[in-house]
């Protein structure tokens, strides 16, 4: 079946510092991606997605870019801040397109940001 | 905006007790689900419905119950708590019909300790 492979934690970064969370997936159909954040104590909540292959999602400074020829979706921060420590989660629709609501998670990624 | 609401955020139950978790919506999604989230095992899917009346097992159903009489209401019921089912709950909806990649909305969890 589809499924999410992610980069172990923790992650322990300085204020300012680049961030990159490998994510790659194994998926039988064309899948949408996902990337959820989870703040202490919060439930979590989108952070971005991309529904197409070398689509890229974008948001609070956080990137990244469907490759299907590496099956992989790679998060990417230029210079992250204490603010964004939480844990960080790589998903995947299954189904043609995405079409369907059942999300795939991989296992987190917990980001820890000093300053 | 409520957005999902789940209660309650924490409990402790002995060991063959049940409960129910509870979930509501106030955005007319269609599409509802229980997640479990384990150390190293991200979040996994209980079960789901994309409507009233209308449910289905996920990835780790077993010991667990759901029932879907409204659009807003999607209750969890642990029959005999176990040990195993130690773990933080969490509901989410979406919307669902021939939008795609539409965004799970989560509640802020439910902590359960069964001892």
């Known amino acids: 079946g589809d499924s999410v492979t992610q980069m172990e934690g923790p992650v322990t970064l300085s204020e300012e510092a680049f961030l990159t969370i490998n994510c790659t997936y194994t998926?039988?159909?064309?899948?949408?991606l996902f990337w959820y954040v989870q703040y202490p104590g919060e439930g979590l909540q989108l952070l971005l997605k991309a529904t197409k292959a070398d689509d890229k999602g974008s948001n609070k400074g956080f990137e990244a870019t469907y490759r299907k020829e590496t099956t992989s979706f790679h998060l990417e921060k230029g210079s992250v801040q204490v603010s964004d420590s939480a844990v960080y989660f790589c998903?995947?629709?299954?189904?043609?397109?995405?079409?369907?609501?059942?999300?795939?998670f991989g296992t987190g990624t917990l980001l820890a940001v000093q300053p | 905006n409520a957005g999902v609401t789940q209660t309650p955020k924490f409990q402790v139950l002995k060991t063959g007790q049940s409960m129910t978790l509870q979930c509501a919506q106030d955005?007319?999604?269609?599409?509802m689900s229980w997640y479990r989230q384990d150390p190293g095992m991200g979040l996994r899917l209980i079960h789901y419905s994309v409507g009233a009346g209308i449910t289905d097992q996920g990835e780790v159903p077993n010991g667990y119950n759901v029932s879907r009489s409204t659009t807003e209401d999607f209750p969890l019921r642990l029959l005999s708590a176990a040990p195993s089912q130690t773990s933080v709950y969490f509901c989410?909806?979406?919307?669902?019909?021939?939008?795609?990649?539409?965004?799970?909305?989560f509640g802020q969890g439910t902590r359960l300790t069964v001892v």
């Open positions: 998903a995947l629709s299954e189904g043609y397109g995405g079409a369907t609501n059942k999300l795939i």
């Open positions: 989410a909806s979406s919307r669902t019909g021939l939008v795609v990649n539409t965004e799970a909305f």
């Open positions: 998926a039988t159909g064309y899948p949408s």
């Open positions: 955005m007319n999604h269609e599409y």
